[in-house]
């Protein structure tokens, strides 16, 4: 059996439309689903519309040797993250792959990545299903990046025990 199209204003005209939509009948809702509806909204209008975290705020986390990670936000539902990580001299981020798109941006010092030297302002984005080489730190480098969720250390540290 084909698909229906959706009925659309090419087909039936403004007025027939208006005339369906006021002929239907809304369901009525249980309390508790308007309860729970109610606490939903009430809650997002609770949050503010900046959220700010400021230079001297939050916890630097250790992931790998001379890798720290400050986590700026987190988006469970959409399984995304936005973080600092700071690289000791020296130090590399090992080949990974990436499900979701990566952004990131460099803050301060330079990177090396696939024979390019990429410093403070330079901005890379690798897409979903990328796989991508490591990133190097000749000098030490504090990125930006939002991403999937980062994996925990273990994760990591076994990508990076890989020749």
């Given at each position: 059996?084909?698909?229906?199209?959706?009925?659309?204003?090419?087909?039936?005209?403004?007025?027939?439309?208006?005339?369906?939509?006021?002929?239907?009948?809304?369901?009525?809702?249980?309390?508790?689903?308007?309860?729970?509806?109610?606490?939903?909204?009430?809650?997002?209008?609770?949050?503010?519309?900046?959220?700010?975290?400021?230079?001297?705020?939050?916890?630097?986390?250790?992931?790998?040797?001379?890798i720290t990670i400050k986590t700026?936000?987190?988006?469970?539902?959409?399984?995304?993250?936005?973080?600092?990580?700071?690289?000791?001299?020296?130090?590399?981020?090992?080949?990974?792959?990436?499900?979701?798109?990566?952004?990131?941006?460099?803050?301060?010092g330079y990177v090396m990545h696939?024979?390019?030297?990429?410093?403070?302002g330079d901005f890379l984005f690798?897409?979903?299903?990328?796989?991508?080489?490591?990133?190097?730190?000749?000098?030490?480098?504090?990125?930006?990046?939002?991403?999937?969720?980062?994996?925990?250390?273990?994760?990591?540290?076994?990508?990076?025990?890989?020749?």
């Open positions: 059996m084909a698909p229906r199209k959706p009925i659309s204003s090419d087909i039936l005209d403004q007025a027939t439309l208006s005339l369906l939509a006021t002929a239907l009948n809304p369901l009525p809702l249980s309390t508790e689903l308007q309860s729970r509806m109610r606490a939903r909204v009430l809650a997002d209008a609770k949050k503010p519309h900046t959220e700010v975290v400021l230079a001297d705020e939050g916890e630097w986390k250790p992931l790998l040797p001379g700026l936000r987190l988006d469970k539902e959409k399984g995304t993250q936005t973080s600092l990580w700071k690289l000791e001299p020296g130090s590399r981020v090992p080949p990974h792959p990436h499900n979701k798109e990566e952004e990131c941006m460099v803050m301060q696939d024979g390019r030297r990429y410093a403070a690798a897409r979903p299903g990328v796989v991508h080489s490591d990133f190097f730190a000749p000098e030490g480098a504090v990125l930006m990046i939002r991403s999937e969720l980062v994996p925990d250390a273990e994760v990591l540290a076994r990508l990076a025990s890989k020749p």
